[in-house]
């Protein structure tokens, strides 16, 4: 059985149907000696981006790993690290989410998206 459409299943379409179909089956290869280094950078990477967000927004300026809804969302918390969305055939996880100003229906601001990546510049497929 398939199981939830992910931003990983939706990053191997672009690239090879035939892995997004493993992705959406739960199946894995055997990882290369590449893939595994490019892993361990972007964790590096990623790390240390997220100890520079807790700097800039204090420990009460960040929350991690929550279910989003509108209620949270509303709460207006300046930064989430790791949060999702989930429904009965999706499972789609942000890096980040940094509140703006502006309009919405939120209240008087938004949200946007915040991606990790250990490329210098933003690539087509990100």
Do not use: W
Request: aromatic share 8%; proline share 2%.
């Amino acid at each position: 059985m398939a199981s939830k459409i992910t931003h990983d299943a939706l990053d191997a379409q672009q690239h090879c149907r035939l892995k997004a179909y493993f992705r959406l089956r739960n199946e894995e290869g055997t990882k290369s000696d590449f893939e595994k280094l490019v892993f361990e950078d972007r964790q590096e990477l990623r790390a240390k981006a997220i100890e520079k967000i807790r700097r800039q927004y204090g420990e009460d300026g960040v929350e991690t790993d929550i279910s989003l809804s509108t209620a949270v969302l509303r709460k207006g918390i300046p930064f989430i690290l790791h949060g999702h969305l989930e429904d009965d055939r999706h499972l789609i996880g942000f890096d980040g989410l940094k509140r703006v100003d502006g309009s919405s229906i939120l209240g008087d601001f938004h949200y946007e998206p915040v991606m990790f990546s250990e490329a210098r510049r933003v690539r087509k497929s990100e």
